[in-house]
T-cell receptor, first 112, second 110 residues
Framework: GDSVTQMEGPVTLSEEAFLTINCTYT??????LFWYVQYPGEGLQLLLK?????DKGSNKGFEATYRKETTSFHLEKGSVQVSDSAVYFC???????????FGKGTKLTVNP | KAGVTQTPRYLIKTRGQQVTLSCSPI?????VSWYQQTPGQGLQFLFE???????NKGNFPGRFSGRQFSNSRSEMNVSTLELGDSALYLC?????????FGSGTRLTVV
């Protein structure tokens, strides 16, 4: 079945550091890809998405490009802030059922 | 537009009891999905309802059930609760590849 693998955390960075969280997927067909963020005590918020190969999703300084050849959707941000501290989930939407399949999540802590 | 509303936010139940959780989707959204989040298993798909019909179901035992009403509000029910059912239950409403999640219901089974 479909699956998502993302780098395990936790990841600890200093403010203004560069962030990369790796995500790869296995799926039949052409899934849509997402990054969600979860702040403590809250639900999931959509951070960005890409629906086809070579699409780049971006939001709040975060970017990810849908790479079909490497089945990857790595999350990047050039300069992280303390307020970016959260858990980040990579996910795909199955092309047939459209349910979301999530990675295990990566906890990011940004220190001032 | 109001977001996805889940009630209650927190719930404590005893093993063997049953529980009902509620989700009101964004106005106009007809699809509602439920997910279970635990530290060990992560986020797992429970089921999806569309226009009052269950469209997809995940790999959960029959103790987990749900329904959707004509106004798109959805409920999920867990019977004969087990300690392992302690989790954050998230509801999402969807339209055109956009999933919007509620804040979740934190269920603790003691």
């Amino acid at each position: 079945g479909d699956s998502v693998t993302q780098m395990e955390g936790p990841v600890t960075l200093s403010e203004e550091a560069f962030l990369t969280i790796n995500c790869t997927y296995t799926a039949t067909g052409y899934p849509s890809l997402f990054w969600y963020v979860q702040y403590p005590g809250e639900g999931l918020q959509l951070l960005l998405k890409a629906t086809k190969a070579d699409d780049k999703g971006s939001n709040k300084g975060f970017e990810a490009t849908y790479r079909k050849e490497t089945t990857s959707f790595h999350l990047e941000k050039g300069s992280v802030q303390v307020s970016d501290s959260a858990v980040y989930f990579c996910a795909l939407s199955d092309q047939v059922s459209e349910k979301l399949v999530f990675g295990k999540g990566t906890k990011l802590t940004v220190n001032p | 537009k109001a977001g996805v509303t889940q009630t209650p936010r927190y719930l404590i139940k005893t093993r063997g009891q049953q529980v009902t959780l509620s989700c009101s989707p964004i106005s106009g959204h007809r699809s509602v999905s439920w997910y279970q989040q635990t530290p060990g298993q992560g986020l797992q798909f429970l089921f999806e309802y569309f226009s009052e019909t269950q469209r997809n179901k995940g790999n959960f035992p029959g103790r987990f059930s749900g329904r959707q009403f004509s106004n798109s509000r959805s409920e999920m029910n867990v019977s004969t609760l087990e300690l392992g059912d302690s989790a954050l239950y998230l509801c999402a409403s969807r339209e055109n590849y956009g999933y919007t999640f509620g804040s979740g219901t934190r269920l603790t089974v003691v």
